[in-house]
C-alpha cells in the first residue's frame, strides 16, 4: 500500500546537538517529497522539497534533507538545534500522477536545555 | 501580505447545529486546499478547489459536509448538522498554480469543539 512513514513519534535532542528526523515512503515512482514544520497552535510551514536532480536539498531555518532512493527515504537533518525548533515536523509527499499532499503521522521535536 | 486568514479561530457548538468555516486565501493564488487535523487520523485533504472550482473531493467525509469557493478570495467549509467525531482542527491552505506539488501556504487553523 502507499503509505509515507515517520518512525519516531517524539525525539528529544539537547540544545546544540545535531538532529536528523526519518520518513521513508512506499511509491511505485518516487513522489514529490516535502517537509513541513506546524509551531504550536500555528499553520503549517513549508521547510523544503524535492522534485529531482541533487538529492541533498537546501531548506529554510538551516534545514536540510537528503534523498535515498535506494532507502526510499527522505530524512530531514539539522547540524545543531535551537530552542526555537521545537515544534512538529510532517513528511509528505505527492504522488507524480497524484494530486493530494499525504502527510505523514508527524514527528514532536522536543529541545532540552 | 497577510497570509491566508481562517476565521473563526475556535469555534464550539452543541451536537445538531450548523458550523461554517471561512477562508480567505493569499491573493493571486487559484488552489485551494482545506484539510482536518486530528490526533486519530493526522492531517487528511478534505477537498482541493483550483480557479474557484472543485478538483477532488474525494475526502470530504460524508454529505454532512460541504464546500463551495463563490471567488477566488472567499470559501467555506460548512458541517451541517455537525456531530462530535467532527470535533478537529481545520486547516485551509492556498498556493499558486495548478496541483499539490506547489508550495501550500497555511492559515492558523479553526479549532472545531463540538460538545
Known amino acids: 500500500a502507499q503509505s509515507v512513514t515517520q518512525p519516531d513519534i517524539h525525539i528529544t535532542v539537547s540544545e546544540g546537538a545535531s538532529l536528523e528526523l526519518r520518513c521513508n515512503y512506499s511509491?511505485?515512482?518516487?513522489?514529490?517529497l516535502f517537509w513541513y514544520v506546524q509551531s504550536p497552535g500555528q499553520g503549517l510551514q513549508l521547510l523544503l522539497k524535492?522534485?529531482?536532480?541533487?538529492?541533498l536539498v537546501q531548506g529554510i531555518k538551516g534545514f536540510e534533507a537528503e534523498f535515498k532512493r535506494s532507502q526510499s527515504s527522505f530524512n530531514l537533518r539539522k547540524p545543531s538545534v535551537h530552542w526555537s525548533d521545537a515544534a512538529e515536523y510532517f513528511c509528505?509527499?505527492?504522488?507524480?500522477?497524484?494530486?493530494?499532499?499525504?502527510f505523514g503521522a508527524g514527528t514532536i521535536l522536543r529541545v532540552k536545555s | 501580505d497577510a497570509g491566508v486568514i481562517q476565521s473563526p479561530r475556535h469555534e464550539v457548538t452543541e451536537m445538531g447545529q450548523e458550523v461554517t468555516l471561512r477562508c480567505k486565501p493569499i491573493?493571486?493564488?487559484?488552489?485551494l486546499f482545506w484539510y482536518r487535523q486530528t490526533m486519530m487520523r493526522g492531517l487528511e485533504l478534505l477537498i482541493y478547489?483550483?480557479?474557484?472550482?472543485?478538483?477532488?473531493d474525494s475526502g470530504m467525509p460524508e454529505d454532512r459536509f460541504s464546500a463551495k469557493m463563490p471567488n477566488a478570495s472567499f470559501s467555506t467549509l460548512k458541517i451541517q448538522p455537525s456531530e462530535p467525531r467532527d470535533s478537529a482542527v481545520y486547516f485551509c491552505?492556498?498556493?499558486?498554480?495548478?496541483?499539490?506539488?506547489?508550495?501550500?501556504?497555511f492559515g492558523p487553523g479553526t479549532r472545531l469543539t463540538v460538545l
Open positions: 491552505a492556498s498556493s499558486p498554480g495548478q496541483g499539490a506539488q506547489n508550495e501550500q501556504f
Open positions: 511509491y511505485g515512482a518516487t513522489p514529490y
Open positions: 524535492y522534485f529531482s536532480g541533487d538529492t
Open positions: 509528505a509527499v505527492v504522488p507524480r500522477r497524484g494530486n493530494k499532499l499525504v
Open positions: 491573493s493571486g493564488h487559484n488552489s
Open positions: 478547489f483550483n480557479n474557484n472550482v472543485p478538483i477532488d
